[in-house]
């Protein structure tokens, strides 16, 4: 059963703190995007990218966001310094190059006092 | 910029009933419109993806229409159950943003016994 898996899946933090989250795509999949669930903004897409390069990170904020893929196996997501503004669910999804489906992985839930 | 909208926001009804989920979209070139389910503390899961050429998408109780011209697509679910007790959102793929998914706010659904 393939499965987007993420780390850690719960994360309590003080504002400036730095803060990584990892994700692991599903195997085969080339295409990997990053979410933020809040309940007054809903879910944005933050970046995604497709064979490891970064195709679009325009709804990131760049002074402290950085979202990177070391290898095909692993995507990351970091967060420095936090703010509590940061604080939301961050997930991470996965597909295939020229397929339209995106599969979730279950979250990181962060909070940042 | 494409916006997205559900209504209602939430939605309460016996076990039983057919279940009526409605989305909107402010610009009608779309590659595709998909709905998913999410349960608390969980990801997404996708239920049907709609292309922009089709009309409807079935799946067992689930029944999704697209009306691309108008906007609107309406999630349809027979005959509910409690397990059907969850959070179902609509998303978007704009023809200028491939692979970015615009997501509306959700409905919230609860199916009492």
């Known amino acids: 059963d393939a499965r987007v898996t993420q780390t850690p899946r719960h994360k309590v933090t003080e504002m400036g703190q730095e803060v990584t989250m990892r994700c692991q795509p599903i195997?085969?999949?080339?295409?990997v995007f990053w979410y933020r669930q809040t309940m007054m903004q809903g879910l944005e897409l933050l970046a995604y990218?497709?064979?490891?390069?970064?195709?679009?990170d325009s709804g990131m904020p760049k002074d402290r966001f950085s979202a990177e893929m070391p290898d095909a196996t692993l995507a990351t997501l970091k967060i420095q310094p936090s703010e509590p503004r940061d604080s939301a669910v961050y997930f991470c999804?996965?597909?295939?190059?020229?397929?339209?489906?995106?599969?979730f992985g279950p979250g990181t839930r962060l909070t940042v006092t | 910029k494409q916006e997205v909208t559900q209504i209602p926001a939430a939605l309460s009804v016996p076990e039983g009933e057919n279940l009526v989920l409605n989305c909107s979209f402010t610009?009608?070139?779309?590659?595709?419109l998909q709905w998913f389910r999410q349960d608390p503390g969980k990801g997404l899961t996708s239920l049907l993806l709609?292309?922009?050429?089709?009309r409807e998408q079935t799946s067992g109780r689930l029944n999704a229409s697209l009306d691309k011209s108008s906007g609107r697509s309406t999630l349809y679910i027979a005959a509910s159950q409690p397990g059907d007790s969850a959070t179902y959102l609509c998303?978007?793929?704009?023809?200028?943003?491939?692979?970015?998914?615009?997501f509306g706010a959700g409905t919230q659904v609860v199916v009492t016994p």
């Open positions: 999804a996965s597909g295939l190059q020229g397929a339209y489906e995106q599969y």
């Open positions: 195997l085969g999949h080339n295409t």
């Open positions: 990218f497709r064979n490891r390069a970064p195709l679009d």
């Open positions: 610009d009608s070139a779309i590659y595709n």
């Open positions: 709609i292309q922009s050429s089709q």
């Open positions: 998303a978007v793929m704009t023809t200028d943003s491939w692979g970015k998914l615009q």
